[in-house]
């Protein structure tokens, strides 16, 4: 089944995405779906180490503004 889901990052965020996306010929929402599906794999792994970068990508994630929601 697929579904859909939102979320905000900040501008600079997105248009490094967007960069990337361009550079592969892409959407942005094609390499959102390749982090989230790298990150997934690699958190499911045996040898998982939270302390190593997946792939090329480092996503912060921000704490939550209620103002902003």
């Given amino acids: 089944m697929i579904t ?3 979320f905000r990052i900040d501008q ?7 960069i990337l996306a361009d550079e592969k010929g892409v959407k942005i929402s ?3 779906r390749e982090i989230i ?3 997934l794999n690699s958190i499911n792994s045996i040898s998982y180490d939270p302390s ?3 792939g090329e990508f480092i996503l ?3 704490p939550i503004d209620s103002d902003n929601l």
């Fill in 4 to 6: 859909t889901i939102n």
């Fill in 60 to 62: 912060p994630i921000p």
């Fill in 37 to 39: 599906t790298d990150y």
């Fill in 12 to 18: 600079d965020q997105k248009e490094h995405l967007q």
């Fill in 30 to 32: 094609v390499i959102t």
């Fill in 52 to 54: 190593k970068t997946i």
